[in-house]
């Protein structure tokens, strides 16, 4: 079992930035493949981003490509979520999760979830 957990969320301003963290347990964080989701209100859960192993390849949704960043520090069991130039649509509550099989960016691929950070952006 692992547990994941978010925090990084909050209220900010079209344009401006927030860093999403996600801490996990377990003492092989290094061997999991990490993705970031969303959720806006009222809609299904979409991915975001996904990084590998090592964190030598990365993969974003077009929406975020060149201005959200994940990375991940094995050392510290976290992975993150840079997101800058922020917009009234990144609003949702976003989940870090663990994937298991299948493509990365479905969610039924993924088999570890955390409880969810909210981020909401002004205009």
């Known amino acids: 079992q692992v547990q994941l957990v978010e925090s990084g969320g909050g209220l900010v301003q079209a344009g401006g930035s927030l860093r999403l963290s996600c801490a996990a347990s377990?003492?092989?964080?290094?061997?999991?493949?990490m993705g970031w989701f969303r959720q806006p209100p009222g809609k299904e859960r979409e991915f975001v981003a996904a990084i590998s192993w090592g964190g030598s390849a990365t993969y974003y949704t077009d929406s975020v490509k060149g201005r959200f960043t994940i990375s991940r520090d094995n050392a510290k069991s976290t992975v993150y979520l840079q997101m800058n130039s922020l917009k009234p649509e990144d609003t949702a509550v976003y989940y870090c999760a663990v994937h298991d099989s299948g493509t990365y960016y479905y969610t039924n691929g993924y088999k570890y979830w955390g409880q969810g950070t909210q981020v909401t952006v002004s205009s």
């Open positions: 377990g003492r092989t964080f290094s061997s999991y493949f």
